[in-house]
């Protein structure tokens, strides 16, 4: 693959091949990188995905790959949780490989500042909002209770708000593909 691309965008290291099961669109265990291709019912079935990363991993490395970086890189994003009757609430989204952590940024803040997390694997959708492109809505199924939640938040960019929903919409199909939701 690197030879087709003129340079290095993947290593061994930090990717893995999956072989896609047909209709499920789950992905079984990574291929032994000693298998042959040859020895495959259908080689064109191969999917080829970022690892996550561990803590031998050398991170610098890592993410000169792109996708890698995406996969594994926790990012910060200052936002405003928009609330129809109430005021809006200053919020600090977290984003990992796992979840988006919630924090109030507020200093007057009743209660806690750490709010339940959104598990990546709970989430049914997010999306820019058409109105404007630095909101966005995200709805995912609640932990404990069960049902739906339907949040919006507000970034401070349209490119930040369109760079979030990226990554989270590339970790949940990362999730389905290898398996894990």
Do not use: W
């Amino acid at each position: 693959l690197n030879k087709k691309k003129h340079n290095a965008h993947f290593h061994a290291q930090y990717f893995n091949f999956y072989k896609n099961n047909g209709q499920q669109a789950k992905l079984k265990d990574p291929l032994k990188l000693t298998q042959a291709i040859i020895e495959l019912e259908e080689p064109r079935q191969l999917i080829l995905l970022p690892k996550f990363l561990t803590q031998k991993d050398d991170i610098s490395e890592a993410y000169n790959f792109n996708l890698v970086r995406l996969a594994n890189e926790v990012r910060e994003y200052h936002c405003t949780k928009i609330r129809n009757a109430r005021k809006n609430k200053k919020r600090l989204l977290i984003v990992d490989r796992h979840r988006i952590v919630k924090k109030a940024m507020d200093d007057y803040n009743i209660g806690t500042n750490d709010h339940v997390p959104i598990d990546i694997v709970k989430i049914i959708d997010i999306h820019v909002n058409d109105k404007n492109n630095k909101q966005l809505t995200v709805e995912y199924q609640k932990p404990a209770a069960g049902g739906c939640r339907v949040q919006v938040y507000e970034l401070e960019s349209a490119k930040e708000c369109s760079e979030f929903v990226a990554k989270v919409k590339y970790l949940r199909t990362l999730r389905r593909l290898q398996g894990m939701m």
